[in-house]
């Protein structure tokens, strides 16, 4: 039973395209991450939804949108994808603020 | 904002040598949380340090956190070749608007030789 699960594993697009990520926890968990992991491995966090309500939001151009339709869920939404999105994104929660986090298997995005 | 420096990046032992990486902070953090990254995958949860000085120890890994609660350190006895992969240090924010927000340390990317 996977607890953290994210769709698609793959994404490859050009510049200029729009795309999505989907997230969903089983966990019963009230806080969800995303986290974009360069390729030298370091991971920053994007966004935190605690029940439904933004709670984080680092400097992340506004092309990147997170929408959270229910607590179990937390989609990022890309605009006009640039070369430099390409990156792995990983999905994340916890049970709530402060507790240890449980990723995603992680996006891998390469944009051409 | 909250900055943790990780030492060193890359690490090369052999198969049965320790390995210890370092997690150092300017400011005093609430506390620290250590995950491991295997090749490919996704980091996994291994431990979380609260109190100052602490010491757990999880088989053949021991984390420390320091006195001051500014820096924090994770030993292998004797790796073994499943010890491979990235280990990231994470500090948690304490409170405020961030609480919960973790900032990660940059990894330290560990290969066993057998």
């Known amino acids: 039973d996977t607890a953290v699960s994210q769709t698609p594993k793959y994404l490859v697009t050009q510049m200029g395209n729009d795309k999505s990520i989907k997230c969903e926890q089983n966990?019963?968990?009230?806080?969800m991450y995303w986290y974009k992991q360069d390729s030298k491995k370091f991971l920053k966090i994007m966004f935190s939804y605690n029940n439904k309500e933004l709670i984080i939001n680092e400097t992340v151009p506004n092309r990147f949108s997170p929408k959270s339709p229910d607590k179990a869920h937390l989609n990022l939404h890309i605009n006009s994808l640039e070369l430099g999105d390409s990156a792995v994104y990983f999905c994340?929660?916890?049970?709530?603020?402060?507790?240890?986090?449980?990723f995603g298997p992680g996006t891998r995005l390469t944009v051409t | 904002g909250q900055q943790v420096m990780q030492i060193p990046q890359y690490q090369h032992v052999q198969e049965g040598e320790d390995f210890t990486t370092y997690c150092n902070s300017s400011t005093t953090l609430s506390n620290i949380q250590w995950y491991k990254q295997r090749p490919g995958g996704h980091p996994v949860f291994l431990i979380q340090?609260?109190?100052?000085?602490e010491v757990k120890k999880q088989k053949r890994l021991t984390f420390q956190f320091g006195e001051a609660k500014k820096n924090s350190s994770l030993h292998i006895t004797a790796t073994q070749t499943t010890d491979v992969g990235t280990y990231f240090c994470a500090a948690s924010n304490a409170g405020g608007t961030s609480y919960g927000k973790l900032t990660f340390g940059q990894g330290t990317i560990l290969t066993v030789h057998p």
């Open positions: 994340a929660s916890s049970r709530n603020r402060g507790y240890e986090q449980y």
């Open positions: 966990l019963g968990h009230d806080t």
């Open positions: 340090l609260v109190k100052s000085g």
